[in-house]
């Protein structure tokens, strides 16, 4: 017995999150963009179709149960589909992140476009490609990578700083900029959780082959 | 226990020479066989049988502890049970078995020249895979030893006590004479288990108790191994490991392959094996991809 008929669910879950990571990712993109063109009709159209992240979401976890259930899983197996619950739980939690950003740009006054966004652009860069990197390093079970991603993680905090920095020399200079550099650290703010969302897939790449849970990366925020 | 730790025949004064050998382990992954935390009931050393020319274990070294309850797994013919009726001296009842190594019950050489056999089986019990009970009532059933070792106590009370830990008595208390055949197959394993428990053991092996069992009348059972293992030492051979999981403390994973037959590959906390094994062997077969 050599678990063909495990195997095979397992690489269908494992496929499944790869679909997941990918709607986040678009998720995110497109937030990012419908920002810098002030289109609040696109963001809305984002927003609407996180339901269908959060339903991709609950039919993986359904099935990766009923794989629990049925094929009773044991040591990496058994972690492998652990890990498949937290990762999906992370994916759509990013995906909330992109939502929340484009229902800041629904709110945001309108503006010359395309909008400066500073930093942020930059910011949005490297969570996504952490996120392609985190998803990567998922697929191919590949531990030093996992750690690696999560090193670029302090990146996308310096990046925050500077966006920090940026908003407040602006409210400061020219208080009619508030509001709209409030929404915009709330934007760096959910670029910043996304990045951290990716480090917790790294943990659980790290968990799945070593059985170890360690923190890769301690947030400070 | 309260028991002490004494196996001589009554008559004999001397205790057994503990000898101790030393021979070459067979190889395992560093690490792979950890040493359990705390009391101690049962010592194996570098432990190796034969069954006529054919070797069944190879150089088996593990200590078992007491009050906890240690899984055997390993596939077919890997010598479980040749090791487990080790632990009790059954195999002394098969003519051609060559024993070499040493076995320990509280620091005592189990195979000492003046250790009495059958003592040894009445501290260390045995319950096997198919329930086993005499053709008599359910009392008779679980007296019976008590009855052949001239127990001179409460013959009710023991026979009493024996059910309602063995969680049987609140089932037959109002029908103890009848036959212990006509109970369920759940019922019976049981019964076999009140029947070993009353001759007050130390130890109690058992060799796949639930293979013969529904799955509710296994749960019992494992609720009951649960309950026991609070002054009872277990050994238990199982092919399932859910239930080597859900009820051990420890686990001992064994093999047979080209180069070593009888071997122990691991044995660790059941947590551990079950989730982090050391051996490559072990996480193959625990999740099934062996062979
Ligand atoms: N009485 C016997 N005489 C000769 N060979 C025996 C005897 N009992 C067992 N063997 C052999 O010793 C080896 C180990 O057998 P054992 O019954 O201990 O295996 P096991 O791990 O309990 O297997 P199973 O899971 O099938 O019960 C096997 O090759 C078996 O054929
Ligand atoms: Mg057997």
Redesign the pocket.
Known sequence: MTRDLFNAELRQLQDDVLTLGSMAEKAILDALESMRDGDVEWSRRIIEDDQRINKKRFEIEDRAIFVIASQQPMATDLRALASILYIITDLERIADHAEGIARINTMMEPEPLPRRLGYIPAMADRAVAMLRDSLKAYIEMDVDAAVQICNADDEVDRLQDSVYEDCIQQMVANPATIQRNTYLLWTAHNIERIADRCTNICERVVYTVTGHMDELNVSRY | MSNSVDLRPASTGQRAAEGTLERPMAQAQPGAIVEPEGEIAITIENLSLW?GP?Q?LTNVSMKIPARKVTALI?P???????LLRCINRMNDL?P?VRIQGSLYYHGVNLYGPDIDPVEVRRRIGMVFQKPNPFPKSIYDNVAFGARVNGFKGNLDQLVEQSLRRAALWEEVKDNLKKSGLALSGGQQQRLCIARAIANQPDVILMDEPCSALDPIATLKIEDLMRELVKDYTIII?T?NMQQAARVSDYTAFMLTDEQVT?QLVEYGPTEELFTTPKDRRTEDYISGRFG
Do not use: E, L, N, R
């Open positions: 069954y054919k069944a390993g077919s013919g890997c010598g479980k049970s040749t098969i051609t051979v092919h009888g």
